[in-house]
Nanobody
Framework: QVQLVESGGGLVPAGGSLRLSCAAS????????MAWFRQGPGKDREFVAA???????WYEGPTKGRATIARDNAKNTVYLNMYRLKPEDTAVYFC????????????????WGQGTQVTVSA
């Protein structure tokens, strides 16, 4: 069973930047899409960004324009860079992998990490 492990979360002041990482446990793992979702306090889990096997990228929601997703195949790692962070970006950020389905639909993703907490102070 492939494991996804997120890292890079923490406490950041408003206006700051952060890079989250997601490492897959198996080097041969090449899902169709890798994505980041987030879940704020009392909110549903929402799609942030995805990257395809061919490096196509998609963004939705409040972080669009303030986030970029990238991958390093040599390290089997996907990154989420976030900029101009706001207190409302405070959430647990999850990495996920999908073989098929609608890109921003959490139901399309079979593999999930445990999440990393991002807290943005005012």
């Amino acid at each position: 069973q492939v494991q996804l492990v997120e890292s890079g979360g923490g406490l950041v002041p408003a206006g700051g930047s952060l890079r989250l990482s997601c490492a897959a446990s198996e080097r041969s793992f090449r899902p169709t899409f890798m994505a980041w979702f987030r879940q704020g306090p009392g909110k549903d889990r929402e799609f942030v960004a995805a990257i395809s096997r061919t490096d196509g990228t998609w963004y939705e929601g409040p972080t669009k324009g303030r986030a970029t997703i990238a991958r390093d195949n040599a390290k089997n790692t996907v990154y989420l860079n976030m900029y101009r962070l706001k207190p409302e970006d405070t959430a647990v950020y999850f990495c996920a992998a999908s073989e098929s389905g609608y890109i921003s639909d959490r139901g399309s993703y079979k593999f999930w990490g445990q999440g990393t907490q991002v807290t943005v102070s005012a």
